[in-house]
Structure formats: structure tokens, C-alpha cells
């Protein structure tokens, strides 16, 4: 089976600075892209981040020049360092992973998967 565990959330002032991870584990092949949505109270799941294996990166527009996403391969994690935080950042942060994993018995299966959710709050 497979998981995404994220960590680093937390509560931080106006202008702080959060760094959020995600380790996928299970029998997994291959990792195609990972990255991270949000979701605010009361709204939908939006996109932030996401990285490619090759390390191309894309960014709402919202975040950009104050998040950079990272990943790395080898421990099958992803990284979202988050800076400038505003209020408006507020959310449960999600890890995604498009992968390939293997089920046993020869079968191998595409499929993306979702963590937990980490809180992060921005407040003074």
C-alpha cells in the first residue's frame, strides 16, 4: 500500500516562514509529478506547486516568488518551502503524487495519490 505522510505545519505571524514535507512510501516504481493543493474554510481544493522528476516546477500564481517546491527523488519526497505567509495562505495543505506503484503478482498500476493534509495558519 501506498502513503503520503506530510509534515511542517504550524501557526506563524504575517511574513513568516513554514517549510512543509512529504514522504511517499509503499511499493512504489516511479514517481511522475508530486506537489501540493490547499484548501481554505468554506472553499474548494486549489492548486499550489507541483514538480516534475526532471525538476520542472509550476507555481499558482498566487504563491509565486514566495514558494519554492522541491523534491527529492531518491527518499521519494517533495518539499514546500513557504515565505512572505499571509493570512490568505491559511489552509490544510495536501501532498499529491502521480506514480507507479506494483500491486504483486506481476500487476503494476498508475494512480495518484493524496496525504493527510498538514494545517497551516497565518496570524498574528
Known amino acids: 500500500q501506498v502513503q503520503l505522510v506530510e509534515s511542517g505545519g504550524g501557526l506563524v505571524q504575517p511574513g513568516g516562514s513554514l517549510r512543509l514535507s512529504c514522504v511517499a512510501s509503499?511499493?512504489?516504481?516511479?514517481?511522475?509529478?508530486m506537489g501540493w493543493y490547499r484548501q481554505a474554510p468554506g472553499k474548494e481544493r486549489e492548486f499550489v506547486a507541483t514538480?516534475?522528476?526532471?525538476?520542472?516546477?509550476n507555481y499558482a500564481d498566487s504563491v509565486k516568488g514566495r514558494f519554492t517546491i522541491s523534491r527529492d527523488n531518491a527518499k521519494s519526497a517533495v518539499f514546500l518551502q513557504m515565505n512572505s505567509l499571509k493570512p490568505e495562505d491559511t489552509a490544510v495543505y495536501y501532498c499529491?503524487?502521480?506514480?507507479?506503484?506494483?500491486?504483486?503478482?506481476?500487476?503494476?498500476?498508475?494512480?495518484?495519490?493524496w496525504g493527510q493534509g498538514t494545517q497551516v495558519a497565518v496570524s498574528s
Open positions: 499529491n503524487a502521480d506514480l507507479r506503484a506494483y500491486r504483486g503478482g506481476g500487476v503494476y498500476y498508475n494512480r495518484a495519490y
Open positions: 509503499g511499493s512504489i516504481v516511479s514517481i511522475n509529478y
Open positions: 514538480i516534475t522528476s526532471g525538476g520542472i516546477s
